[in-house]
């Protein structure tokens, strides 16, 4: 049985930072390309940030670029979101999801086939 597993999410102010990581079991993560979405109450899940298998290729949705980043750890078969500099509009459920294949349509969620239960992030003003 896959499992995705989110982690690291709470409660911060604006301007604070927070690390969420994804992890996996039944299925080996560092074989598939990973993607972050958020879902804000209301909104429709958005993309957030991918990265590819090898960890050589990484998309930051505009509206975090500079702010978020993206990284793996093939070797703990982990994925790392790390969001500095956080507002009050960054508040969502943050999901972790991976597909395989090619490391495009990234921004679709109908493309990743493995899905986490999704970790709360609320930033205060």
């Known amino acids: 049985q896959v499992q995705v597993v989110e982690s690291g999410g709470g409660l911060v102010q604006a301007g604070g930072s927070l690390r969420l990581s994804c992890a996996a079991s039944?299925?080996?993560?560092?074989?598939?390309?990973v993607g972050w979405f958020r879902q804000a109450p209301g909104k429709e899940r958005e993309f957030v940030a991918a990265i590819s298998w090898t960890g050589a290729s990484t998309e930051i949705a505009e509206f975090v670029q500079g702010r978020f980043a993206i990284s793996r750890d093939n070797g703990k078969n982990t994925v790392h979101l790390q969001m500095n500099n956080l507002k009050p509009e960054d508040t969502a459920v943050y999901y972790c999801?991976?597909?395989?294949?090619?490391?495009?349509?990234?921004?679709?969620?109908?493309?990743?086939?493995?899905w986490g239960q999704g970790t709360q992030v609320t930033v205060s003003s």
């Open positions: 999801a991976a597909k395989d294949q090619y490391f495009s349509r990234l921004y679709s969620p109908s493309e990743y086939g493995y």
């Open positions: 039944g299925v080996i993560l560092r074989d598939y390309h």
